[in-house]
């Protein structure tokens, strides 16, 4: 994972993928959330939501976020983008 991506967790915290409902541990999932329309790498403010990495480089999943987030103005680039930078 992408050293920007880590951050500290407790060994044991388990959530849920929002595209695939498969539930990992926290240190193996990418967190999001959207401000102000922007869909970004979770900044410690606000509601969030994790993908696998399974899930993060599969096309199906921009759907699953769009439904999420609702607000966001160019979504798909912007979900691209973060997603090419977790991927490195």
């Known amino acids: 994972m992408n050293e920007v991506v880590k ?3 407790s060994k044991k915290s388990i959530r849920m993928c929002v595209a695939c409902r498969k ?3 926290q240190k193996d999932l ?6 102000e329309s922007v869909l970004q790498l979770y900044n410690g403010k606000g ?4 993908l696998c990495c ?5 096309g199906t999943t921009y759907r699953s976020v769009k439904k999420i987030v609702k607000k966001a103005q160019n979504l798909k680039e912007q979900f691209e983008e973060i997603m090419q930078i977790c991927q490195k």
Request: charged share 45%.
């Open 7 to 9: 951050k500290k967790y």
């Open 23 to 25: 539930r990992e541990l």
């Open 30 to 35: 990418f967190r999001f959330n959207v401000m």
């Open 47 to 50: 509601r969030s939501f994790y």
């Open 54 to 58: 399974k899930c993060s480089r599969e």
